[in-house]
């Protein structure tokens, strides 16, 4: 019986290039999302993921939404941590508002998440956890304070749950992407791109969302099971750890 694997904020973007290589790779994959009805139809239609729709901020609504994924699919053995939002702006201007909801969607949903599928891993004595961090969470940048904080703190958490799940036959690891071909990143002024962002990537070009999905696919594979704790730097040589 195929393994269940959880993505959240698993049909669009970057979550979506990670829910399809999983199926590829003979996962049963379930992708949530936070609000866009229409691009979770037409992924689920053109894939046949099952798509169900919750507030990754909410632990009470990820409590749920888990439940009823594990009711319909089977318990979950591997939890992409995806979900993520921005909320830009100069530390000086920034309102709790977006300090908040950023903190929120991109740090505390990793308990929210995470929390819920621990015990029936323990239990089965196998899991996990990939959380999709940031290059920004390692090195920081300027007008995104918040963001930067939140994928920092997503490292810590890899860190230190990698030491408990690690007798369980649970790996937590982490993904850092660096600038990656999203409709997010393509919104961008080409002239900008241009100038201000290629010619610090040494590659020279932007990564592509499957990029990111192989390394998920990687540390989601039964050969991955000695690498736990680990953060995997995907970012064209951007930013060197």
């Known amino acids: 019986m195929a393994r269940v694997a959880l993505v959240t ?18 996962y049963t994959v379930a992708a949530s999302y936070a609000g866009n009805d229409a691009a979770a139809a037409k992924f689920t239609e053109e894939t046949g993921i ?4 919750w507030d ?4 009470d609504a990820c409590a749920a939404g888990i439940q009823k994924v594990e009711s319909e699919v089977g318990p979950i053995d591997i939890l992409v941590n995806n979900a993520g939002i ?4 100069m530390f000086h201007k920034m309102t709790k508002e977006q300090w908040y909801a950023v903190i929120n969607t ?3 949903s990793l308990f929210n998440m995470t929390r819920p599928v621990w015990e029936g891993m323990r239990a089965r004595k196998f899991g996990r956890v990939i959380c999709i961090s940031s290059i920004n969470g390692q090195k920081g940048q300027m007008g995104q304070v918040n963001y930067s904080s939140a994928k920092a703190g997503d490292l810590g958490f890899v860190k230190a749950l990698a030491q408990e799940g690690a007798r369980a036959g649970i790996t937590v690891n982490a993904i850092c992407p660096g600038y990656i071909a999203t409709e ?18 040494p590659v020279g070009r932007l990564g592509e969302p499957e990029e990111i999905a192989r390394g998920v ?3 989601a594979s039964e050969e ?6 680990s953060t995997l730097t995907i970012n064209g040589g951007q930013f060197v750890v």
């Open 184 to 201: 997010m990143v393509k919104a961008i002024d080409p002239a900008v791109v241009e100038k201000s962002i290629l010619p610090h990537i």
């Open 217 to 219: 696919v990687f540390l």
């Open 50 to 53: 099952k798509t169900y729709k």
């Open 9 to 26: 904020g698993g049909s669009r973007g970057i979550g979506e290039a990670i829910s399809k290589a999983l199926k590829e790779a003979g």
């Open 86 to 89: 921005t909320k830009d702006g």
């Open 106 to 108: 991109n740090l505390n």
């Open 56 to 59: 990754v901020s909410d632990y």
């Open 224 to 229: 991955a099971g000695f690498i736990t704790g």
